[in-house]
């Protein structure tokens, strides 16, 4: 269950009558801080990662660990990573785009017609989203 502690107790008391014994195990956004503090996590990162803990699969089986953490922010890095924005001259742009075009015409040359789009898919979608972003 994720949410407020005021969600959370109602859908206690929905679920489970008042002298139902149970355990209930609380991750709040500085028990995340706290466990992943040579990590460099902000406190924004660690209430999204206390949102993701909801969603995980198999939590009575395995529960939440460090390794657990450690891998939903390796996740989030990541997600942030392949969504950062950053700005660049055109030139410099268009020297690298031309450094990649030779050398996926290379695996071309090398590997035969289409090779280039087999080996590096996602590159050369990019490289092609790029030319048509500047018209070239």
């Known amino acids: 269950m994720y949410g407020t502690v005021n969600a959370l107790c109602a859908k206690l008391t929905e679920k489970y009558t008042p002298d139902e014994p149970l355990a209930l195990i609380v991750w709040t956004k500085e028990d995340v801080l706290a466990c992943l503090d040579e990590y460099g996590v902000t406190g924004d990162m660690a209430a999204r990662i206390v949102g993701l803990i909801a969603g995980l ?25 392949r969504q950062r924005e950053i700005s660049v001259p055109a030139a410099a742009l268009e020297k690298v785009m031309a450094l990649a075009g030779e050398f996926l015409r290379m695996k071309e040359i090398q590997g035969g017609e289409g090779a280039a789009q087999r080996l590096y898919p996602v590159e050369s979608g990019a490289l092609r989203t790029l030319r048509e972003f500047l018209g070239r």
């Open 57 to 81: 699969d198999g939590l009575h089986e395995y529960g939440v660990s460090r390794d657990t953490l450690l891998c939903l922010l390796e996740n989030l890095r990541e997600e942030e990573a």
